[in-house]
Nanobody, 125 residues
């Protein structure tokens, strides 16, 4: 059974940092991409970042230079280091896993089969 569990969310002031963790089980990182998505109140869910074993990593323009995605395969965990946080980063953050194929779009929810329950990130101004 595939499971994804996020942690690390919380309340932080603008300019601060948080590190989100996504601990996975039931599948191999070798043939899956792990992505982070977020959904703010009243908005559609959007792709934030993704890491794959074959280097098809992705960052949304809005977080490039501020967020860093990394993985510890020995711990089956993917991290999202979020620095210089802004109030507009406030959202529920979800990690998701998608099987890699010749066509894998790290920005498309449809390419991710398994999802975590989400963790709230709130950035105060």
């Amino acid at each position: 059974e595939v499971q994804l569990v996020e942690s690390g969310g919380g309340l932080v002031q603008a300019g601060g940092s948080l590190r989100l963790s996504c601990t996975a089980s039931g599948f191999s990182f070798d043939d899956h991409g792990i992505g982070w998505f977020r959904q703010a109140p009243g908005k559609e869910r959007e792709a934030v970042s993704c890491i794959t074993s074959d280097g098809r990593n992705y960052y949304a323009d809005s977080v490039t230079g501020r967020f860093t995605i990394s993985s510890n395969n020995a711990k089956n965990t993917v991290y999202l280091q979020m620095d210089s946080l802004k109030p507009e980063d406030t959202a529920v953050y979800y990690c998701a896993a998608g099987r890699l194929g010749s066509i894998f779009d790290p920005t498309s929810e449809n390419d991710f089969e398994s999802w975590g329950q989400g963790t709230q990130v709130t950035v105060s101004s």
